[in-house]
């Protein structure tokens, strides 16, 4: 987890560990002299793919997401495995979940999708010049399951779209054209 230089670290303690992300209890010290004490899901970082279309669409995944108790459409995306690049990571993560592959590679954005309680940074990357594998690709991991459809940035901001990686590429791309 990465932390400000000017901020005094007085205690941490990791109080779960699991495979996609740990719990840290720290104690820290403002340059003010502000003590905190907080919770941080610390997590290895992920990435999320804006797949384009030739006719402008993006490749869009519907899967179920328990946390929210709802289907939601997103952008293909997933965690970076130990020591994965992030550009690595998501050509495999448009292959797995989309059975496609792209020529060229745009990095759009890094963001914090959740800076009050978690450490995690996706890395969000255009993709276009696409093209199906043949045979479908990457198998997706084995709790994953999609169903598909294409949109234009415009329809995926008219929608009732809820996901933050999802909305951001798509106003990023409206906002270039």
């Known amino acids: 987890m990465n932390r ?8 941490s303690d990791r109080v779960f560990e699991g495979e996609i992300f740990d719990v840290v209890v720290e104690s820290v010290r403002l340059p003010s002299g502000l003590e905190q004490k907080l919770a941080v899901v610390d ?11 030739d006719d402008g669409r993006l490749l869009l995944v519907r899967q179920y997401r328990h946390a929210t108790g709802d289907w939601l459409v997103e952008v293909p995306a997933g965690r970076l495995e130990s020591g994965e690049d992030t550009l690595t990571a998501a050509k495999r993560e448009l292959e797995e979940e989309t059975g496609h592959r792209a020529e060229h590679w745009e990095l759009l954005r890094a963001f914090y999708p959740a ?6 940074i996706i890395t969000l990357y255009l993709a276009t010049d696409l093209t199906e594998v043949p045979g479908g690709g990457l198998d997706c991991d084995g709790d994953e399951e999609f169903s598909y459809l294409r949109l234009t940035p415009a329809e995926v901001l008219a929608t009732d779209c809820k996901d933050a990686k999802t909305l951001l590429a798509a106003a990023l791309l409206l906002n270039r054209s």
């Open 115 to 120: 800076p009050g309680f978690c450490s995690e």
């Open 4 to 11: 400000h230089s000017e901020i005094e670290l007085r205690s």
């Open 43 to 53: 997590h290895h970082g992920a990435v999320a793919v804006a797949p384009l279309t």
